[in-house]
C-alpha cells in the first residue's frame, strides 16, 4: 500500500483549518472508498500506473477520501457537503466525531450549502432514519432539485442515487434555499456552476487574495485527471459536459491561481494546479 493510500485511510474524523484570506474555513474527513478502476473506464494503463505510483497510490488498490467543509461565519456554522455517513460501511460516517474535534454539536449546524445530491455527500445527512443536522437550512441549486425531481432524466447508473437525493429534498423541504450560479450565497462567498457530474452540481469559492474554489467532484483524481481530464468517471451524468468544466476548470487554476479543494482529493483535500514545461501538474495548497 502507498503512502497516500495509507494517508487517506488513517484520516476518517480528522478536521484541519485551512488558510483562506481569514475566513475560518476546515477540511473535515467522512473516510474513505475503496475505488475500483472500472469507474474510471478510459484510463489507460501503463501511463495511470506511473502517475498514480508517483503520488504514493496503486491503480489495483485505490482508495479515495470522502472530504466536506465546515464554514464559520459570524454566528453561522455552515457544512459544506455532509459525506456518505453510514451507508456504504464501517470506513465512512465520522463526520460528526471531526466536527466534535472542533467543538462543534450536529444540532449547531446552521446551514448546509450543497454541492449536489450524490450519495457520498448527502447520505451523511442521515443515521438511523433521523436527521444528523436537524436544525439547519439547506441550500441547493435549482438545476440540482430540477434533476432529481424528474425520474425520466435519470438512467440506470444514476438511479441508486435516488433515493438518498430525494429523502433530502424531502426531509428539508420547509428549510430549502434554492441557489443560483453567479450569486453570493453569504458575503464573499460565490456559487459557481460545474456541471456535468450532475446537472446542478455547483462550487463555493471564498477568499480574494489567496482564493480557493470548493470543486466538489469536477475531478476526482488529481494524480490522473489533470494530466488526463480525458479519463472520466462513469458516474459522471454528462462525460462531456464533465470535461468541459474539468478542463476549463484546470486552465484557470493553472493559470490565476485559483486553489481547488476536492470532495475526493487526500485529506484534507487542497490543492494548487501548476503549469510546466511538461503540461499542468499539482502540489498540495491547504496552505497557499
Ligand atoms: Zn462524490
Known sequence: MGETTKRIRASGGIAERLDVDGVELYALCDGYLDMELSRFPDVVRGIGDDLAIADGQDLNDMTVSVNAFLLRHGARLCLIDAGDG????????????????????????????????????????FRDNRLVYPNANMHVAADEIAFWSTPELIDDVQRVQVPIAQAALEAYRERIFVIHPGEEILPGIAVRALPGHTPGQVGFQLGKERPLLIAADALHLPALQIKHPEWGFLFDVNQAQSLATRTTLLAEAAQ?????????????????????????????????
Open 256 to 288: 490565476s491561481g485559483l486553489r481547488l479543494a476536492g470532495a475526493h482529493f487526500p485529506f484534507p483535500g487542497v490543492i494548487g494546479v501548476t503549469q510546466g514545461p511538461e503540461g499542468l501538474g499539482f502540489r498540495n495548497a491547504a496552505m497557499p
Open 86 to 125: 453510514i451507508w456504504r460501511g464501517e470506513t465512512l460516517g465520522f463526520l460528526p466525531r471531526a466536527l466534535a474535534k472542533l467543538g462543534i454539536a450536529p444540532d449547531e449546524i446552521t446551514d448546509l450549502f450543497m454541492t449536489h445530491l450524490h450519495r457520498d455527500h448527502a447520505g451523511g445527512l
